[in-house]
């Protein structure tokens, strides 16, 4: 029966003979750098060596570091020159590497550009065809996988910010060989559902983890989308192709969040700042009317027949007056002409001479003015002032001395 071994024992044992192995000392190693991290605070690199087919953990400690006249990012093609040994704790096999020599970019990052350039273009990625992101939706849809950190975050920062917006959820693989087309599926069932805004989100991971929203498929998805689309993937300092296809970028899914919904008492505020405004236009609208109401009643007014009825009535009057006074004026006029007249009448007239104690003589209706109007025997009449005389002349006596 072979010796029982601990996982310690064992791990030391194959450390020994990795160590022991001439072979695996100063190996040098062309792939292409991804998961890329420098230690803040030591300064050690950690990074994956990966081809095609293939991938190993790489360790380069901050003694080596100091030394590269380059920065390694992913993607990047490197040959690198170390010695494999085996992280006993994990039990993993890693090159601790001494030199790092740059070869070029790698063929997943090429891959990626060329896409990118492919997408760019045919006009796929343009910021003038990017639509508007609703600032009030009332529903959301969000891709991502149902059990995703991402989405936990976002119905959180929603439930708070925004309570009142609906929210849908469409699962979907966000890694692995089927991802894509199962990215694909959902997006096309949120954009058929009505949503406002489609939110597609997954967390943080490695480059690989990522590479379905590199995909052309998954870009073309986002692209035909009617529904707004904002992405959130992976970490802050990640960008997919699908990034630049959306139609905005959140760093974190919090943050795609937050951008997707405003913060319901800055609503409430500005609705009641709204409903302010709107009663002092109201009210000002409703004080010009009035104004204007009045003014155009003051016109008719003046303009009415019942005022012009008036004006006649009283012109008419005012007329009448002036006639009647004018008459009165000359009958008054006329009286003490005819009052004068009759007096100056009554002064001329013979009977007031008769009156006096004179008498007219008259012959047949004639009135005798001289000897020569009568003769002896005729028969006269003598107009007294209270009677008349028939008399009959006997003789004429001529006056001399008259």
């Given at each position: 029966m072979a010796s029982v071994l601990s996982v310690s024992q064992l791990n030391k044992y194959v450390s020994f003979k990795l160590s022991s192995d001439i072979k695996l000392k100063g190996v040098a190693i062309k792939g292409e750098i991804s998961n890329f991290v420098c230690h803040f605070k030591s300064g050690h690199m950690y990074f994956t060596l990966k081809d095609s087919a293939s991938q190993v953990r790489a360790v380069m400690f901050s003694s080596n570091a100091s030394r590269l006249k380059f920065e390694p990012e992913d993607g990047m093609n490197v040959l690198a020159v170390g010695n494999v040994e085996l992280y006993e704790r994990d039990g993993a096999f890693q090159i601790v590497v001494t030199e790092l020599v740059p070869m070029g970019g790698g063929a997943v990052s090429d891959g990626i550009e060329k896409l990118k350039k492919k997408l760019l273009d045919n006009g796929i990625i343009d910021e003038k065809s990017k639509k508007p992101i609703p600032r009030v939706p009332k529903k959301l849809a969000i891709v991502t996988s149902a059990d995703a950190a991402a989405l936990r975050d976002i119905l959180?920062?929603?439930k708070r910010r925004y309570p009142v917006c609906d929210i849908e959820i469409y699962p979907a693989l966000v890694q692995g060989a089927s991802a894509a087309d199962s990215i694909c599926s959902s997006l096309k069932q949120a954009d058929m559902s009505g949503a406002d805004t489609i939110i597609l989100t997954r967390g943080g991971g490695s480059a690989e983890d990522l590479m379905a929203f590199n995909s052309e498929s998954v870009a073309m998805a986002v692209h035909t989308c009617k529904t707004p689309v904002v992405t959130a993937v992976g970490h802050e300092t990640d960008t997919t192709i699908v990034d630049y296809v959306s139609d905005?970028?959140?760093?974190?899914?919090?943050?795609?969040?937050?951008?997707?919904t405003p913060d319901i008492s800055e609503v409430i505020s500005a609705i009641s700042l709204l409903e302010r405004r709107l009663n002092k236009a109201f009210e000002y609208i409703l004080d010009k009317k009035l104004s204007a109401l009045n003014e155009s009643t003051s016109i008719?007014?003046?303009?009415s027949p019942e005022r012009w009825l008036e004006a006649i009535d009283n012109e008419l009057a005012r007329r009448l007056d002036r006639l009647r006074y004018a008459m009165e004026s000359k009958l008054t006029n006329a009286e003490s002409r005819l009052m004068k007249d009759h007096a100056m009448l009554t002064a001329l007239?013979?009977?007031?001479v008769i009156d006096r104690g004179y008498s007219i003589t008259t012959k047949d209706g004639k009135v005798v003015y001289g000897k020569?109007?009568?003769n002896a025997g005729d028969s006269i009449d003598i107009r007294l002032s209270d009677a008349v005389l028939t008399a009959k002349v006997n003789t004429i006596n001529e006056i001399k001395d008259k």
């Open positions: 959180s920062i929603t905005m970028r959140a760093p974190t899914p919090s943050a795609a969040a937050e951008l997707c008719l007014k003046s303009l007239s013979p009977f007031g020569n109007d009568i």
